[in-house]
């Protein structure tokens, strides 16, 4: 069995109460913490910045911050967000100029570089830049909020992009985003992903604990 991760996303947390809400999602069992950075540009909805990241650490967040930038550009923000804390960055190819250099930037600022694809994005923008990836993350919603239902198709670009993760040999992970849930996971992970953002799934339920339970009690079913 792969080292399955769950991410919950914060983006449909209780804002007046995020350090509290990220602590307690992680206390129930989440693996990292999924920051959705949204600019009202790139995405028609606008969300955090930096100083969030940087609020979450001081307030004792220490498990893995996982950044998706839906923003252009990006290279100042993967700077910033670099500084603040994130562990790693995902940005969408459409939203750089120069892909290849940003995914170097942010490499190069100690994050591990990941690229986002919107449900119709193919995988050709991926097939010269793999030495410079440690996650692609499939979108399987359209980006911008939370809340929408899973787009079916994208079960066979995930198996399409596992098979080029596994052609390269690489220690590429496999995240997902968009309409995940306990009742759907099963298909995802047969799929091939092995990260799992989850946020309106998580955080609309009264118990963080149980839900986390049933998505990894489905996911022991995958062989």
Same mark, same amino acid.
Request: overall charge negative.
């Given at each position: 069995?792969?080292?399955?991760?769950?991410?919950?996303?914060?983006?449909?947390?209780?804002?007046?109460?995020?350090?509290?809400?990220?602590?307690?999602?992680?206390?129930?069992g989440?693996?990292?913490?999924?920051?959705?950075?949204?600019?009202?540009?790139?995405?028609?909805?606008?969300?955090?910045?930096?100083?969030?990241?940087?609020?979450l650490r001081?307030?004792?967040?220490? &498990?893995?911050?996982?950044v998706h930038?839906?923003?252009?550009?990006?290279?100042?923000? !993967?700077?910033?967000? @670099? $500084? +603040? %804390? =994130?562990?790693?960055?995902?940005?969408h190819?459409?939203a750089?100029?120069?892909?290849?250099?940003?995914?170097?930037?942010?490499?190069k600022?100690?994050?591990?570089?990941?690229?986002?694809?919107?449900?119709?994005?193919?995988?050709?923008?991926?097939?010269?830049v793999?030495?410079?990836i440690d996650?692609?993350?499939?979108?399987?919603?359209?980006?911008?909020?939370?809340?929408?239902?899973?787009?079916?198709?994208?079960?066979?670009?995930?198996?399409?992009?596992?098979?080029?993760?596994?052609?390269?040999? &690489?220690?590429i992970?496999?995240?997902?985003?968009?309409?995940?849930?306990?009742?759907? !996971?099963?298909d995802? @992970? $047969? +799929? %091939? =992903?092995?990260?799992f953002?989850?946020?309106?799934?998580?955080?609309?339920?009264?118990?963080?604990?149980?839900?986390?339970?049933?998505?990894?009690?489905?996911?022991?079913?995958?062989?």
């Amino acid at each position: 069995m792969r080292d399955y991760l769950i991410a919950p996303s914060l983006l449909s947390a209780d804002f007046a109460r995020l350090g509290e809400e990220a602590k307690n999602v992680l206390d129930a069992g989440g693996d990292v913490l999924h920051l959705d950075v949204m600019d009202n540009h790139y995405v028609p909805n606008l969300t955090v910045g930096p100083l969030v990241c940087e609020s979450l650490r001081k307030y004792g967040i220490t &498990k893995t911050i996982d950044v998706h930038l839906m923003a252009k550009p990006v290279d100042r923000l !993967i700077i910033d967000f @670099a $500084k +603040a %804390g =994130a562990n790693i960055i995902s940005f969408h190819p459409e939203a750089s100029e120069h892909v290849d250099r940003s995914l170097e930037l942010i490499q190069k600022h100690g994050c591990k570089a990941g690229l986002a694809l919107n449900p119709s994005t193919t995988l050709h923008c991926l097939e010269y830049v793999l030495d410079k990836i440690d996650m692609i993350l499939i979108m399987s919603v359209n980006p911008g909020f939370g809340g929408q239902k899973f787009i079916p198709i994208t079960l066979e670009k995930l198996k399409q992009t596992r098979a080029l993760i596994d052609a390269s040999g &690489k220690d590429i992970r496999l995240a997902v985003d968009g309409g995940i849930k306990a009742d759907n !996971i099963f298909d995802v @992970a $047969k +799929a %091939g =992903a092995d990260m799992f953002i989850a946020g309106s799934a998580i955080f609309t339920q009264p118990d963080y604990a149980k839900v986390i339970r049933e998505m990894r009690d489905e996911l022991k079913r995958v062989k």
